[in-house]
T-cell receptor, first 114, second 116 residues
Framework: AQSVTQPDIHITVSEGASLELRCNYS??????LFWYVQSPGQGLQLLLK??????LVQGIKGFEAEFKRSQSSFNLRKPSVHWSDAAEYFC????????????FGTGTQLKVEL | GAVVSQHPSRVICKSGTSVKIECRSL??????MFWYRQFPKQSLMLMAT?????????EQGVEKDKFLINHASLTLSTLTVTSAHPEDSSFYIC????????????FGSGTRLTVV
């Protein structure tokens, strides 16, 4: 079965600094990969997704992620963080033939210092 | 774009009563919807997959008689927590598969259930 690991439970960055959130997955083939953001008490908003093709994926709000098959990783990056980016970030993996279900990582709480 | 409306956003109920949560796809037809449960500061755990016109598929460990799911139309799925107990208090989120590929998921804004 597929699994997702987000090693960092909490991350604090200063506004304007760069950001990288780590995500590692476990799956035998190429998975479908997603990053979602959740504000307190809210649902999830899709930031970006990778299905195939170019391994560097651009998303909304200035986020990007790079799929690295050799490292089984799909890290999320942003060159300059804004205070409004403070939220919970979830990496998720979906697999073919799995009923199109998503498996989520445990999440990374991002705090932005002004 | 694809919008999923979830109602209510918050509900408080007494122990032993039942609560119904609605998940509606507003501008698209959703043949499949998913129900998740999220404990404080934890990830989303898939409870069940709801398919229009057929029985829901529950994940291992989820009591289907306690968490009743109905997907009677292409735009509405409901989750009913029956005989609720304080341990059922949680954040419940639905998602629907929007057009544009198998993984065009859209999430509702969630329902905070508190059982007292």
């Amino acid at each position: 079965a597929q699994s997702v690991t987000q090693p960092d439970i909490h991350i604090t960055v200063s506004e304007g600094a760069s950001l990288e959130l780590r995500c590692n997955y476990s799956y035998g083939a190429t998975p479908y990969l997603f990053w979602y953001v959740q504000s307190p008490g809210q649902g999830l908003q899709l930031l970006l997704k990778y299905f195939s093709g170019d391994t560097l994926v651009q998303g909304i709000k200035g986020f990007e992620a790079e799929f690295k098959r050799s490292q089984s990783s799909f890290n999320l990056r942003k060159p300059s963080v804004h205070w409004s980016d403070a939220a919970e970030y979830f990496c998720a993996v979906g697999v073919t033939g799995g009923g199109n279900k998503l498996t989520f990582g445990t999440g990374t709480q991002l705090k932005v210092e002004l | 774009g694809a919008v999923v409306s979830q109602h209510p956003s918050r509900v408080i109920c007494k122990s032993g009563t039942s609560v119904k949560i609605e998940c509606r796809s507003l501008d698209f037809q959703a043949t499949t919807m998913f129900w998740y449960r999220q404990f404080p500061k934890q990830s989303l755990m898939l409870m069940a997959t709801s398919n229009e016109g057929s029985k829901a598929t529950y994940e291992q460990g989820v009591e289907k008689d306690k968490f009743l799911i109905n997907h009677a139309s292409l735009t509405l799925s409901t989750l009913t927590v029956t005989s609720a107990h304080p341990e059922d208090s949680s954040f419940y989120i639905c998602s629907a598969r929007a057009p544009g590929g198998a993984y065009g998921y859209t999430f509702g804004s969630g329902t905070r259930l508190t059982v007292v």
